[in-house]
């Protein structure tokens, strides 16, 4: 009986092995290549979730100068990207405030935000009641109203003494900022903390100056 045997080439078990080695090193390099071209890719993208300068001063407080804001009239400050009205009342319109509280859906602002030194129906710091500091969005849809200070206005009828009106959906603010109740705004514009620099300058969004 004749036995047959298989030709083994002395050298092809070390053939394999360097042929695997080659494999190994080529697949290494093209990982290593890929992720430096990941990293690289990726970098733009990270680099742009940092903050912006002007991002992080839109949280930042800001000043107002307001020696120019004569009585019964209002100027607008931009903070945190949002209209902040500052109004020099006068003293017909902080009278008023008493005799609307009834017409008011929050005349003691219980559900309303601001901060506590303007818990009262100023809705201000008590030493400077005649100015009034209010985020100017209405708390219905985020509207902006619009400033209607003279009573009697015509296109709000004979009993109006004085306020804003959203014209969106016609949620109407005494000249405190509070809502009247019966229309859709559900709370008072809210009131920002602030404090004053000089009797002339005013810091938005602190109070710790």
């Keep these: 009986m004749s036995t047959s045997s298989q030709a083994t080439s002395p050298h092809g078990a070390a053939g394999d092995d360097e ?28 680099a742009s979730m940092e903050p912006s300068a002007r991002a992080r001063a839109l949280g930042a407080p800001v000043e107002a100068d307001i020696s120019s804001l004569e ?12 209209p902040v009205w500052v109004v020099r009342r006068t003293p017909a319109m902080l009278d008023t405030l008493k005799k609307d509280e009834a017409q ?73 900022a509070r809502v009247f109740a019966n229309f859709p705004a559900p709370d008072n514009l809210s009131i920002p903390r602030y404090t004053y620099l000089s009797d002339q300058r005013i810091l938005i969004g602190d109070d710790k100056a």
């Excluded at 506590?116 to 009034?132: F, G």
Aim: aromatic share 8%; proline share 7%.
């Design 104 to 176: 008011l859906a929050d005349p003691l602002s219980k559900r309303s935000s601001q901060p506590e030194y303007c818990q009262n129906i100023w809705r201000a710091r008590e030493d400077k009641k005649d100015v009034l500091v209010t985020v100017g969005i209405c708390t219905h849809l985020g509207c902006s109203p619009t400033a209607k200070f003279t009573p009697g206005d015509p296109s709000m009828g004979s009993g109006w003494a004085g306020g804003f009106l959203c014209p969106c959906h016609g949620s109407r603010f005494d000249l405190s």
């Design 71 to 82: 009585p019964g009239t209002m100027m607008v400050v931009e903070w945190q990207g949002k």
């Design 19 to 46: 042929v695997d080695q080659s494999r190994r090193s080529l697949l290494v390099a093209t990982c290593v290549a890929g992720g430096a071209a990941t990293a690289a890719a990726a970098w733009p993208f990270l």
